[in-house]
């Protein structure tokens, strides 16, 4: 339940610190006065996205917070684990949203930041807002489906179909796919079988093609090489008397004849010969150089070819040898997959039949827990009703069997109401009034009781367009829920306030700096007598002596 909430700077509330009771709260005021500042700030602790504009004028921030009891904090700590966050301690909840003009929006849970998606998950396990218009979505047939299986037992029944039927149409689907891929990737295979055999016929060896381009751009010059390497050779040791070495050889007769008059010249004898072993041992080297240059036009011809044809898969394939090799492995691969598609296809008709039985015996199951529920659930309800003032009314449940299976069950679900005797029962959003869905919703939020396991009831001005008898019964009505929930009611009905365990009541005070506050005050005795009768129509007596009757009758 919630026990506290807190609001500073939201509108009209400047600083308000309410500790709520349980059972039934009822909180009422004139219009204007800013009871809907507190369903606004639920709102905010649900996740609903805030609006600056909901600052009060001059502040830069505001700020609601709510702490939450919390009997039973299993789903709660659920959704906290998701987020990764710490369960509730002593199954104590704190919510708190802080809205700035400078700083941006905050939230935080347990004084741990989160998202607004976590708030909204949490909000759904804490409360059940129901406004002048939250009640539409009664007319909703999901709505009404969960309402069902709430009743019957059978949500977890529900969930475990709706995991039946996204296996099984994830099986036919990648079936399907792959029945479709056979029939129309013959040119694929064609593709791949090419691609493979183009790629293999080459051969690719690694490290290739560097080794290919040294040679290549040897013989594409090797003409100019031999001249070059030829033209030196014979400068150096050419036959005739012009070459180098001989040229030399006559000055290293020269010198040992110089040496025999002068032995002191004996050191210039060692070196001049070692320069020309030297360079005789170069002349030899340049010519096995020459002899080794290709100038095989058929040989330049086939590197060229070779070269070009490594070139042409690397444009295809990939950027380097290595990821032309990979794109063949690859293609290999694929093409292994696709040729093994029959017992692939095979596997996947199997799993799909297999996951459709599953599905058929969960919609079964389903849907008897559904069809047993139902007439107990509307005579419930029809019940409910009948003390709402639909004394005559008919409601009934109807159940469609679906062509195929579909999320949330094999059947389609219309919650059918006839409010006046004598009409066909039709479904609930194409005949009733404003007034009679809140009415229907109330009645099935009792029949549902037991069932709901969300703490927190709020309706807010459901009570509109009713009166009388009507309204004591609405108000009878919320007392009863009152016994195994917390609920708050803002309402302009006498008759729902005076059976409200706490009563509560919002005004508008005017400060001396100009400025409009909004309170809430807990009234009992004779404030409590006062407001029942303003509610009423006035301070005359007659009004004050009806609000203490109805207020005896409640006690």
Same mark, same amino acid.
């Given at each position: 339940?919630?026990?506290?909430?807190?609001?500073?700077?939201? =509108?009209?509330?400047?600083?308000?610190?309410?500790?709520?009771?349980?059972?039934?709260?009822?909180?009422?005021?004139?219009?204007?006065?800013? $009871?809907?500042?507190?369903?606004?700030?639920?709102?905010?602790?649900?996740?609903?996205?805030?609006?600056?504009?909901?600052?009060?004028?001059?502040?830069?921030?505001?700020?609601?917070?709510?702490?939450?009891?919390?009997?039973? =904090?299993?789903?709660?700590?659920?959704?906290?684990?998701?987020?990764?966050?710490?369960?509730?301690?002593?199954?104590?909840?704190?919510?708190?949203?802080?809205?700035?003009?400078?700083?941006?929006?905050?939230?935080?849970?347990?004084?741990?930041?989160?998202?607004?998606?976590?708030?909204?998950?949490?909000?759904?396990?804490?409360?059940?807002?129901?406004?002048?218009?939250?009640?539409?979505?009664?007319?909703?047939?999901?709505?009404?489906?969960?309402?069902?299986?709430?009743?019957?037992?059978?949500?977890?029944?529900?969930?475990?179909?709706?995991?039946?039927?996204?296996?099984?149409?994830?099986?036919?689907?990648?079936?399907?796919?792959?029945?479709?891929?056979?029939?129309?990737?013959?040119?694929?295979?064609?593709?791949?079988?090419?691609?493979?055999?183009?790629?293999?016929?080459?051969?690719?060896?690694?490290?290739?093609?560097?080794?290919?381009?040294?040679?290549?751009?040897?013989?594409?010059?090797?003409?100019?090489?031999?001249?070059?390497?030829?033209?030196?050779?014979?400068?150096?040791?050419?036959?005739?008397?012009?070459?180098?070495?001989?040229?030399?050889?006559?000055?290293?007769?020269?010198?040992?004849?110089?040496?025999?008059?002068?032995?002191?010249?004996?050191?210039?004898?060692?070196?001049?010969?070692?320069?020309?072993?030297?360079?005789?041992?170069?002349?030899?080297?340049?010519?096995?150089?020459?002899?080794?240059?290709?100038?095989?036009?058929?040989?330049?011809?086939?590197?060229?070819?070779?070269?070009?044809?490594?070139?042409?898969?690397?444009?295809?394939?990939?950027?380097?040898?290595?990821?032309?090799?990979?794109?063949?492995?690859?293609?290999?691969? $694929?093409?292994?997959?696709?040729?093994?598609?029959?017992?692939?296809?095979?596997?996947?008709?199997?799993?799909?039949?297999?996951?459709?039985?599953?599905?058929?015996?969960? =919609?079964?199951?389903?849907?008897?827990?559904?069809?047993?529920?139902?007439?107990?659930?509307?005579?419930?309800?029809?019940?409910?009703?009948?003390?709402?003032?639909?004394?005559?009314?008919?409601?009934?449940?109807?159940?469609?069997?679906?062509?195929?299976?579909?999320?949330?069950?094999?059947? =389609?679900?219309?919650?059918?109401?006839?409010?006046?005797?004598?009409?066909?029962?039709?479904?609930?959003?194409?005949?009733?009034?404003?007034?009679?869905?809140?009415?229907?919703?109330?009645?099935?939020?009792?029949?549902?009781?037991?069932?709901?396991?969300?703490?927190?009831?709020?309706?807010?001005?459901?009570?509109?367009?009713?009166?009388?008898?009507?309204?004591?019964?609405?108000?009878? $009505?919320?007392?009863?829920?009152?016994?195994?929930?917390?609920?708050?009611?803002?309402?302009?009905?006498?008759?729902?306030?005076?059976?409200?365990?706490?009563?509560?009541?919002?005004?508008?005070?005017?400060?001396?700096?100009?400025?409009?506050?909004?309170?809430?005050?807990?009234?009992?005795?004779?404030?409590?007598?006062?407001?029942?009768?303003?509610?009423?129509?006035?301070?005359?007596?007659?009004?004050?002596?009806?609000?203490?009757?109805?207020?005896?009758?409640?006690?």
């Amino acid at each position: 339940m919630l026990t506290l909430l807190k609001i500073n700077n939201l =509108a009209l509330v400047e600083d308000l610190t309410w500790e709520v009771g349980s059972g039934l709260v009822g909180v009422t005021g004139e219009t204007g006065a800013g $009871k809907s500042v507190i369903v606004g700030a639920l709102k905010l602790v649900l996740g609903e996205r805030a609006d600056r504009g909901l600052l009060r004028t001059g502040c830069d921030t505001c700020s609601v917070e709510a702490v939450f009891e919390l009997t039973d =904090a299993a789903e709660v700590n659920a959704v906290l684990a998701g987020a990764g966050l710490e369960p509730c301690e002593g199954g104590q909840l704190v919510v708190r949203r802080v809205i700035g003009r400078r700083c941006g929006n905050r939230q935080f849970v347990n004084c741990s930041p989160v998202t607004l998606t976590v708030l909204k998950e949490l909000g759904r396990f804490l409360v059940d807002l129901h406004g002048a218009h939250d009640h539409q979505s009664l007319l909703s047939r999901e709505r009404q489906r969960a309402m069902l299986d709430a009743y019957a037992g059978a949500a977890g029944d529900a969930g475990a179909y709706d995991l039946a039927l996204q296996k099984w149409r994830s099986l036919q689907r990648e079936h399907d796919e792959l029945a479709n891929a056979e029939r129309a990737n013959e040119q694929e295979i064609d593709l791949l079988v090419h691609q493979i055999d183009e790629i293999g016929s080459a051969d690719i060896q690694p490290d290739e093609q560097g080794e290919l381009e040294r040679r290549y751009q040897l013989a594409n010059n090797s003409s100019l090489l031999l001249e070059l390497a030829g033209g030196i050779s014979a400068a150096l040791s050419g036959d005739g008397g012009g070459s180098i070495v001989a040229s030399l050889s006559e000055l290293a007769r020269q010198i040992r004849e110089l040496e025999k008059h002068d032995p002191g010249v004996s050191e210039f004898t060692g070196a001049f010969d070692t320069a020309l072993v030297e360079l005789e041992e170069l002349g030899h080297t340049l010519r096995n150089y020459s002899e080794g240059l290709e100038l095989d036009p058929s040989a330049l011809a086939e590197m060229e070819t070779r070269l070009d044809l490594l070139e042409s898969l690397k444009r295809k394939y990939g950027n380097t040898l290595e990821d032309v090799v990979l794109f063949r492995q690859q293609a290999q691969d $694929k093409l292994a997959r696709i040729e093994g598609r029959g017992e692939e296809l095979e596997r996947l008709a199997a799993s799909a039949a297999a996951a459709r039985t599953e599905l058929e015996s969960r =919609a079964r199951k389903l849907a008897a827990k559904r069809r047993r529920a139902a007439p107990r659930l509307a005579r419930a309800i029809a019940a409910h009703l009948h003390e709402l003032g639909f004394e005559r009314a008919h409601f009934e449940i109807a159940l469609e069997t679906l062509d195929a299976p579909a999320p949330g069950g094999g059947e =389609a679900i219309d919650f059918m109401f006839s409010p006046n005797p004598g009409e066909v029962a039709k479904p609930l959003r194409l005949i009733a009034s404003s007034g009679e869905i809140s009415r229907v919703m109330l009645a099935a939020k009792c029949a549902l009781a037991r069932q709901d396991s969300i703490p927190l009831m709020v309706f807010d001005e459901i009570d509109a367009n009713v009166g009388g008898e009507i309204a004591q019964a609405v108000g009878a $009505k919320m007392a009863a829920l009152g016994t195994s929930h917390q609920v708050i009611s803002i309402t302009h009905l006498p008759q729902v306030a005076s059976l409200a365990e706490c009563h509560y009541v919002v005004s508008k005070e005017f400060g001396d700096d100009g400025r409009t506050r909004s309170r809430l005050s807990k009234i009992t005795g004779k404030r409590r007598i006062g407001e029942i009768a303003r509610m009423l129509g006035g301070g005359a007596k007659s009004a004050r002596q009806h609000a203490e009757n109805l207020l005896s009758v409640a006690a």
